[in-house]
Structures are given as structure tokens and as C-alpha cells.
């Protein structure tokens, strides 16, 4: 089955919900990843979800920073506005996204230098963390490939999200589970692609729940793994 998109979305996503991810480098233990719903708002009068993913940690000097807010809009999943703050070694970046009419409008720094840039998009586009709510939203099994507008970063085109692999697997709800693992293809240059969770990444999610057990991202300084420890709500 291939599911296109945008079209309304039937499913509901728990508010308030934040799941919390100790975040390991190789063997060490180097800080915590979040993600959070934090629930319903409007920006200019239209009702949007405000999804949130952040990193923070560090080891053998080397120190990890990244907080990724997305406001994306409640019936398609479309990205509305997206702020991005990285520090990392040789990476700085503070930079507001606002996605209106067919075009993703850049302002902020990097590197201490300032950005204001404008890329043409796909109508529809979603970024990366919205991605990953809308995995949820709308359930995947292993006949799937969702096929998405996507942009991100200065790359547009469409994006492909497909069960890459079934495993057996446990975690805090649940002893004995079947997760996904779940490989999101995205444009990144001129026509070329990749996995968004490079160099060795898995987003591995609950077959049942579609929650995100684990989450393993490359880095430059290799790759981060998340393992969901704890669920919680916002008071």
C-alpha cells in the first residue's frame, strides 16, 4: 500500500505525552533525547501541533547540543514553522524556518554568520521530527511505503518511509514486543538520496504502539543511540 500525501488525518496523538531517551556514544553514556508533544496551538489563526526533539550530552570533550521545535498543521502534517539551535564541533546554528506557500524562508546564523534564505518546496512539506509524529498518527506495517513531501535543511522532493526490518524487542511497557525498524528515505542532493538516519541510524518503533523504542542518529562525531526510558506528561 502507498499512502500519499496531504490528505486529513483520522488519528489521534496523546497531548502533553513526552518520552525520554538515554543517549549513549559507543560505550558511554553522554546525556538524554526528548521528544514531546506539547500539544495543540495556533499560529496565524490555524490550529497547529507543536512536536519537540531534543539532545543533550557530551563525552571525551566533545560536547552535544540540539533542540528542534516543529509546528506542523493538524489535518495534513504540512510543516508550518520549524526552529532549529545545533551546537556541536564545528556546527552552529540558530535558525527560524516558516514555510508559506510553497516556500521555506530561512532566518537566523550559522557559524555566527547570518542566514536569509529562501527555497522553493513541495506543497505539502514536512521536516524530519514531524515525520516521526506522523509515523504515529497514521500506523505503518511492513506492506507500506508512505511517500511524503518533505524538506529539510535546503533539500526538497519526497520522501519514502518503509519498514526496513521486523524485530523482536522490550522495553519499558512492554517485555516481549515486535518493532520496526523503520528506514525514511529523503532527497539531499540534486536528485540524490539517502537514509535520514545515516551512517548505521535506526528509528525502531513498537509494532503495537508506534512509539519510538530506540533512536539512532549519525553524527559527525559518529552515531547517537536513544533508548527510551521513561513516559511521562506535561503537569
Known amino acids: 500500500m502507498t499512502i500519499l500525501t496531504p490528505f486529513l488525518i483520522a488519528a489521534s496523538l496523546p497531548e502533553g505525552e ?3 531517551y538515554q543517549a549513549r556514544l559507543g560505550f558511554f553514556t553522554v546525556g538524554k533525547i526528548i521528544l514531546e508533544n506539547r500539544g495543540l496551538e495556533f499560529l496565524d489563526g490555524k490550529p497547529v501541533y507543536h ?3 531534543f539532545a543533550k550530552g557530551g563525552a571525551l570533550g566533545i560536547s552535544l547540543y540540539e533542540d528542534f521545535h516543529t509546528w506542523v498543521d493538524t489535518a495534513t502534517f504540512a510543516t508550518v514553522k520549524f526552529h532549529k539551535v545545533q551546537d556541536e564541533p564545528g556546527w552552529k546554528y540558530d535558525v527560524v524556518i516558516v514555510y508559506r506557500n510553497d516556500t521555506a524562508y530561512y532566518k537566523g546564523t550559522k557559524n555566527g554568520k547570518p ?3 529562501n527555497y522553493k518546496v513541495p506543497h505539502g512539506a514536512m521536516d524530519f521530527v514531524g515525520m516521526i509524529y506522523y509515523i504515529r498518527k497514521v500506523g505503518i506495517s511492513p506492506d507500506d511505503t508512505i511517500k511524503v513531501p518533505y524538506h529539510m535543511d535546503g533539500f526538497s522532493g519526497t ?3 518503509f519498514v526496513k526490518e521486523i524485530k523482536e ?3 519499558i511497557q512492554e517485555e516481549k514486543d515486535t518493532c520496526y ?3 525514511p528515505i529523503v532527497p539531499v542532493d540534486k536528485g540524490k538520496a539517502k537514509e535520514v538516519l545515516n551512517r548505521g541510524g535506526e528509528l525502531l518503533v513498537s509494532a503495537k504502539h508506534l512509539i519510538p523504542v530506540k533512536i539512532k542518529v549519525g553524527l559527525k562525531v559518529g552515531s547517537i543511540t536513544g533508548i527510551l ?4 506528561f506535561l503537569e
Open 18 to 20: 513526552i518520552l525520554e
Open 51 to 53: 512536536f519537540r526533539m
Open 115 to 117: 542566514v536569509n534564505l
Open 159 to 161: 520522501a519514502k518511509i
Open 169 to 171: 524487542c522490550s522495553w
Open 181 to 183: 525498524s523503520i528506514a
Open 229 to 232: 526510558k521513561n513516559i511521562r
